[in-house]
């Protein structure tokens, strides 16, 4: 089970009341405040930014060095240390507190009548989407407060629904009866196809609060990542297909040339690599770059959270593989897993 994983409002509150410490004993400037707060994860909120099928693929995983964090500079700590032990005492305190208070459990997600269910997006307020198989047909659908609705492109005889945002804006892939596989993106109950120029297979993976979307296409017999900003399409070869995107624009993916996942910013692109494993896969991740996949070891599928630098396994109990998909800033995790040879989605809260 991921640790450390602390309740969104206790953290908030924790580092805020530090940082409110910190800051009043040094009087800095507001460029040294901007400068250290741009390397927390609360820069999410400060900004006001709104917050085929399957791909098989924990403990030691490689990344690549992180960038530099910003420094409070000019603060004389031995004169203030009163002030910051003060600081790290709340944060030590809360922390404490809520670890235990606040344990993860998974819960089940089937769709009812369906042989199989995967839960592959959730949103910040909770909305899951996915797809189900039922008389051998797939179909996609959304959770909403208990409730699945299925989606389903008109005329499609595959409906697949992979991401959800903030407002409800459902990206996906569709099959028509040329066999040809379009995305697609679903806003206010109208379908919108999405393809590549030029190619007849494009997949919408994932989309941010934005509107923009992650994805790939097929051309020439190669896949293709690309990401989709406001009608303009952006091939992104360097580092191979798209799955996620957050707010701030990260990307994740998995390179099918050296066979490991990555995550992409600004066009550098930093690997995620399981040494112990076949393969490596990274799916979904959030506004504070919390990542989610999963790996391969032994023939085996596990899933994983990267959160700070720390890789934890995820497995649901009794199943003999697991996959996560979408993590966001609740830290509410889906994906699916499967037991005794039934696949059932699954979220993590």
């Keep these: ?63 690549a060095p992180r960038g530099k964090r910003g420094i409070l500079k000019g603060v004389p700590l031995m004169r203030y240390r009163e002030w910051f032990l003060a600081g790290v005492l709340v944060v030590g305190v809360l922390a404490a507190t809520t670890s235990s ?14 042989e199989l269910t995967v839960a592959h997006g959730i949103n910040a307020s909770g909305a899951i989407v996915g797809f189900y198989s039922r008389d051998g047909f797939f179909h996609g659908f959304v959770l909403d407060n208990g409730t699945f609705s299925t989606i389903d492109v008109p005329g499609a005889s595959v409906t697949v629904a992979y991401g959800i945002n903030a407002r409800r804006q ?31 297979f494009t997949v919408a993976y994932g989309i941010n609060d934005l509107g923009q979307i992650a994805g790939y ?43 490991e996942a990555f995550v992409l910013e600004s066009g550098v692109s930093e690997t ?12 979904g991740i959030n506004g ?10 032994g023939g085996l599928s596990h899933g994983f959270v990267l959160d700070e630098g720390i890789f934890t396994t995820m497995d649901v ?18 994906g699916f897993y499967v037991a005794g040879g039934i696949t059932h989605g699954f979220i993590w809260y």
């Excluded at 017999?221 to 957050?246: P, R």
């Excluded at 990260?250 to 040339?257: E, N, S």
């Design 288 to 297: 504070f770059g919390q990542i989610v996949g999963d790996y391969n070891s």
């Design 317 to 334: 109990p009794g199943s003999s593989f697991t996959v996560a998909y979408a993590i966001n800033t609740l830290r509410q995790i889906v």
């Design 101 to 114: 208070a606040h344990a993860r459990s998974f819960r089940t997600l089937d769709v009812p009548g369906a």
């Design 272 to 283: 995620i690599n399981v040494p112990s494993a076949i393969l490596t896969h990274a799916y």
């Design 217 to 259: 296409y097929s051309r020439g017999g190669s896949l293709h990542g690309f990401v989709l900003k406001k009608g303009a399409f952006t091939t992104i070869d360097v580092a191979g297909v798209a799955y996620g995107i957050n707010n701030f624009g990260k990307i994740v993916g998995f390179d099918f040339f050296d066979s």
């Design 1 to 63: 089970m991921p640790r450390n994983f602390f309740s969104l409002n206790t953290r908030a509150v924790a580092l805020s009341l530090t940082v409110t410490l910190i800051i009043a004993a040094s009087r800095a400037d507001s460029k040294t405040v901007r400068a250290w707060s741009e390397s927390c994860w609360w820069e999410h909120f400060r900004t006001g930014l709104p917050n085929i099928v399957f791909g098989l693929s924990s403990p030691a995983i490689k990344a």
């Design 170 to 200: 459902i990206v996906g892939y569709y099959i028509d009866f040329r066999s040809f596989v379009h995305g697609f993106v679903l806003k206010n109950g109208t379908f919108t196809t999405i393809d590549f120029p030029g190619t007849s």
